[in-house]
């Protein structure tokens, strides 16, 4: 009888010390669930930056006003019979 409490006992403390400092431990596991949310916060701005991205896409292959407003704040083009000024303050 007591050769089996010794046993029971032997591995009661040794999965006492697996579930507790182990590879697959319990702070490990809160440790990594943390990790999941944070990566999927990141994942929710990005997939957010990426829509934004795609309707900007959107607009320039259909908005002929958009490319032309994007040419004359980027690249200071004017259309044909436009005069340019240019204000130095």
Do not use: C, D, P, W
């Amino acid at each position: 009888m007591n050769k089996i409490i010794l046993i029971l006992s032997f591995f009661l403390i040794v999965l006492l010390y697996k579930f507790s400092f182990g590879n697959t431990s319990f702070f490990k596991y809160q440790e990594l669930k943390k990790q999941v949310i944070s990566i999927q916060n990141e994942n929710i701005k990005f997939k957010e930056k990426i829509k934004v991205l795609q309707a900007e896409i959107r607009s320039l292959k259909t908005g002929l006003e958009v490319i032309e407003e994007k040419a004359r704040q980027e690249l200071g083009l004017i259309k044909e019979n436009e005069t340019f000024y240019q204000i130095l303050k």
